[in-house]
């Protein structure tokens, strides 16, 4: 069965700190995409970051960035620079190339201190 | 450019009854997925429409249904509402087809409540 593990109910981080964010997925296939996912109270869910799973290079979109380790099915998002705005819930997600289905995990509700 | 656009905002229901939600696709996307989201819990994929046609469905019974129109834009009908139905209905819309490297761009989403 394909999951996809968020271990990490809540966080919390210090304005302008740096937070990474743990995922965890299992799947046999070898072509997939993996996600991170905001969504804030506004409910409108908003890509972040994605990765190839055939990239080696760990994916960057400006202040966020990953950690995919492949063999260890592990896909982690750092967030750099915490910014108040970055507060939400953010998913890891997963979907197999040919599939159009998105696979979530349960969620991280990110706090930022100010 | 148009975003992804879905009616009502809210909706309120008792058990029994029947619900239709509504999705716009955000331009030039034709096909459309429905996810639902349970409190506390992440999106569960229901089904996606492609070409007026669903094209592929999550582990959700048949009395989930749903209609894609010439325009693209897609509807989900829920039939005998149960209490468990009580959940943010989101709708995502992409190009076709939706594996790949091809984005899915959500709605803001309907919130059924069901009493």
Known sequence: AQTVTQSQPEMSVQEAETVTLSCTYDTSESDYYLFWYKQPPSRQMILVIRQEAYKQQNATENRFSVNFQKAAKSFSLKISDSQLGDAAMYFCAYRVGRDDKIIFGKGTRLHILP | ?115
């Open chain 2, 1 to 115: 450019e148009t975003g992804v656009t879905q009616s009502p905002t809210h909706l309120i229901k008792t058990r029994g009854q029947q619900v239709t939600l509504r999705c716009s696709s955000q331009s030039g996307h034709n096909t459309v997925s429905w996810y639902q989201q349970a409190l506390g819990q992440g999106p569960q994929f229901i089904f996606q429409y492609y070409r007026e046609e669903e094209n592929g469905r999550g582990n959700f019974p048949p009395r989930f249904s749903g209609l894609q129109f010439p325009n693209y834009s897609s509807e989900l009908n829920v039939n005998a509402l149960e209490l468990d139905d009580s959940a943010l209905y989101l709708c995502a819309s992409s190009l076709p087809p939706a594996g790949g490297t091809n984005e899915q761009f959500f709605g803001p989403g309907t919130r059924l409540t069901v009493l």
